[in-house]
């Protein structure tokens, strides 16, 4: 795709889709967490006219070296029941991979402990409330969404504004019939466990936690203001970040997401994406130097191996071929450029 035709698919949507963006993140990690957020959502949309099935285009690479290599894939986190079945390409990588590493083992989401250690990161840990940290017309503008749902903000005061956006994405998520079981990552661990395939992750839960918590409380507050004052955007936004992401458009992609988070929260974007890719390359080489025979499928969020800070360069950036599996774009014509 060209300038121009990209600069049409994203035009008046970064802005917008940037706070859908980064709670998608953290939508990912409540889902991962079991965690029960208290949803805001919005009105629910008329029901869509049931279309022939076709599969999401995957954001799936091989990446080889001299006698062995992996699969790479872009997990989008929340997902409607007409994004499955997936298509053959990712079927029949998952079914050659020996072992599927996902960012978090499942056995720790399914730690007992895991809903309170969530919790606990999401609770003001300096004395502050949210009405503290909000301005006063941001704080009533949350008070009159909030209380369109019978809540308010007093409700949700012990909490961090990364937290509240959380809830409101999966409110509004939940309203356009997204569901966070039915994300990529949680469907392929499912089949795993079904599969008897061995599994493990790159991070632990607690290291997933802590870069939520350590973002600057600035950009949260930001990204929680972005949302409040465009929720009537933020449904036709959130259906095209997901139908970027079912293209398998890299380009339109990266333009709604990472790119916008880059300018608009540098911090957060550091440590949500950079930081956590830069631990996770040499686990990644390792798979790769070490292993001698049995594939590897690695899922992670979609982000992650994007642009050049993505998983996808940097592997290539270190002498790893790296090739994109797509029947799809194969058939509709050359891949687009990377």
Same mark, same amino acid.
């Given at each position: ?5 990209? *600069? ?6 970064? +802005?917008?889709?940037?706070?859908v963006?980064?709670?998608?993140l953290?939508? =990912? ?5 079991? *965690? ?7 009105? !629910?949309?008329?029901?869509?006219t049931?279309?022939?099935?076709v599969?999401?285009? $995957? ?7 001299a006698?062995s ?11 409607k029941?007409?994004?499955?079945p ?9 079914? =050659?991979a020996d &072992?599927?590493?996902f &960012?978090?083992a499942p056995?720790?989401?399914?730690? $007992?402990t895991?809903q ?5 990161? *999401? ?13 006063p017309e941001? #704080? ?29 994405v ?5 309203s ?5 079981e039915?994300?990529l !990552? ?7 466990a ?5 599994v493990?992750?790159?991070?632990t839960?607690?290291?997933q936690? /802590? ?6 409380m600035?950009?949260?507050v930001?990204?929680l ?6 929720? /009537? &955007?933020?449904?036709?936004?959130l259906? !095209?970040?997901?139908q =970027? ?11 709604? +997401?990472r790119?916008e988070?880059?300018?608009?929260? $540098?911090?957060?974007?550091r ?9 996770w390359?040499? #686990? ?8 001698q ?5 690695v ?19 270190r002498?790893?071929e790296?090739?994109r599996?797509c ?9 687009p450029? &990377?």
């Amino acid at each position: 795709m060209d300038a121009e035709r990209v *600069a049409k698919a994203t035009r008046g949507a970064t +802005t917008v889709a940037r706070p859908v963006a980064f709670a998608l993140l953290l939508a =990912a990690h409540a889902a991962a967490a079991g *965690a029960r957020v208290p949803a805001t959502g919005v009105a !629910d949309p008329p029901q869509a006219t049931p279309v022939a099935h076709v599969p999401p285009v $995957p954001l799936l690479w091989q990446v080889s070296d001299a006698d062995s290599s992996l699969y790479l894939l872009g997990s989008f986190h929340l997902l409607k029941r007409g994004d499955y079945p997936l298509s053959s390409d990712i079927q029949l990588a998952f079914d =050659a991979a020996d &072992e599927v590493v996902f &960012e978090v083992a499942p056995e720790q989401l399914d730690d $007992p402990t895991t809903q309170q250690r969530f919790m606990a990161a *999401a609770a003001h840990d300096d004395g502050r409330t949210l009405s503290e940290v909000l301005s006063p017309e941001l #704080r009533s503008a949350l008070d009159r969404l909030l209380a369109q749902q019978g809540g308010s903000v007093r409700q949700v005061d012990a909490y961090e504004p990364w937290f509240v956006n959380l809830s409101l994405v999966l409110g509004l998520s939940q309203s356009l019939d997204f569901r966070s079981e039915l994300g990529l !990552d949680r469907h392929l661990m499912d089949l795993a466990a079904q599969r008897g395939k061995r599994v493990a992750g790159l991070e632990t839960l607690d290291d997933q936690l /802590d870069a939520l918590d350590a973002s600057p409380m600035s950009e949260q507050v930001e990204g929680l203001a972005d949302f409040v004052e465009q929720l /009537d &955007e933020m449904p036709g936004k959130l259906s !095209d970040l997901h139908q =970027a992401w079912r293209d398998g458009n890299l380009e339109v992609l990266d333009a709604m +997401t990472r790119v916008e988070m880059k300018e608009k929260t $540098p911090q957060t974007y550091r440590l949500v994406n950079v930081r956590r890719n830069q631990a996770w390359l040499p #686990r990644l080489q390792s798979m790769l130097d070490d292993r001698q025979e049995g594939e590897v499928m690695v899922v992670v969020g979609a982000l992650h191996l994007l642009g050049d800070d993505g998983l996808v360069e940097q592997l290539r950036g270190r002498g790893y071929e790296v090739e994109r599996v797509c029947s799809a774009c194969r058939e509709a014509g050359p891949l687009p450029a &990377e």
